[in-house]
């Protein structure tokens, strides 16, 4: 399984970005799903998650400013970024989650090469 997220780019403090990430059927319809981030010089971190139910969880920092959905007709997991802040510049990635703790990255597969969210000051 490799997933392969999309839709970053430079955005000015405050604005908006929605990311994508499409997945296989099989894989999409069976896996909760989730959404890292890593900073320069820093470790990936949790962002949120998904489940196959609809449930959500985020991150503290990212309450209130970010929502994870996913379309099942499409096989596609979004994360819809608003009030974006400096802070959170860092190359995001999507992956799939089997089984453990959401916050922990072991308990993800499908990496792929994430894409780079830039929030200017």
């Known amino acids: 399984v490799q997933l392969q997220a999309s839709g970053g780019g430079l955005v000015q403090a405050g604005g908006s970005l929605r990311l994508s990430c499409a997945a296989s059927?099989?894989?999409?319809?069976?896996?909760?799903m989730g959404w890292f981030r890593q900073a320069p010089e820093k470790e990936r971190e949790f962002v949120a998650v998904?489940?196959?139910?609809?449930?959500?969880y985020y991150t503290d920092s990212v309450k209130g400013r970010f929502t994870i959905s996913r379309d099942n007709a499409k096989n596609t997991v979004y994360l819809q970024m608003n009030s974006l802040k400096p802070e959170d510049t860092a190359v995001y990635y999507c992956?799939?989650?089997?089984?453990?703790?959401?916050?922990?990255?072991?308990?993800?597969?499908?990496w792929g090469q994430g894409t780079l969210v830039t929030v200017s000051s």
């Open positions: 998904v489940t196959l139910n609809g449930i959500r």
């Open positions: 992956a799939v989650f089997m089984g453990g703790r959401y916050f922990d990255t072991a308990n993800y597969v499908g």
């Open positions: 059927r099989r894989t999409f319809s069976n896996y909760d």
